[in-house]
Structure formats: structure tokens, C-alpha cells
């Protein structure tokens, strides 16, 4: 069920489907707080070593909202061109 915010702004003609029946995806999103860049910003501080819930506080975003992104449930584009983390096996066959 979609919330009453996007239901009226496809009804306006705001926002126009994406994808799965979806509404646009991130910056294009008229609800995103975040930008690229600070996905950008974001995959590298927690390669710096930053907490989710550290870099939620900074982003005045949800810990839950930073996990999706840096397990590439959200943003899947900047995901797999930019964070996306070594494959496990490789690890396991070079030892």
C-alpha cells in the first residue's frame, strides 16, 4: 500500500512509476534526505571504520536506513558500482 504522500503526487503527476511499480529512484525521489554524494560519503566512512548509527546521527537518518544502504538494499546502483565489499571466498582461498 503506498502512502498518502506519494499516492498524491502520482495523482498530480509529480512522481511518475519506476522500476516494480515503485516511485522514482534516489536523488529523483522528492522524499530522499540524502543525496549521491552523500552515499558517496557514507561508504567511506564506514570503510573508515564509522558505526551505522554514528553516520545515521550525521545524516539525521535512521540505523536502519544506513545498513540498507551499506548492504546494498538501497542505492543499489552506487552499491555495486562503488562499495560493494571483496567476495568472502576469495578471502577463504588465498589463505
Excluded at 502512502?3 to 515503485?22: D, F, N, T
Excluded at 534516489?26 to 571504520?49: A, N, P
Excluded at 551505522?52 to 548492504?71: F, P, S
Aim: net charge positive; charged share 35%; with cysteine.
Amino acid at each position: 500500500m503506498l502512502s498518502r504522500s506519494l499516492r498524491e503526487g502520482y495523482a498530480s503527476g509529480r512522481l511518475k512509476p519506476h522500476g516494480k511499480g515503485r516511485g522514482p529512484a534516489g536523488e529523483k525521489c522528492y522524499l530522499s534526505k540524502l543525496k549521491e554524494q552523500d552515499i558517496l560519503k557514507i561508504y567511506e566512512l564506514r570503510k573508515q571504520g564509522t558505526t551505522h548509527k554514528e553516520i545515521a546521527m550525521m545524516y539525521n537518518v535512521t540505523r536502519e536506513a544506513i545498513t540498507m544502504i551499506l548492504n546494498g538494499k538501497s542505492w543499489k546502483t552506487l552499491y555495486k558500482e562503488h562499495f560493494k565489499p571483496e567476495d568472502n571466498n576469495a578471502k577463504k582461498e588465498s589463505n
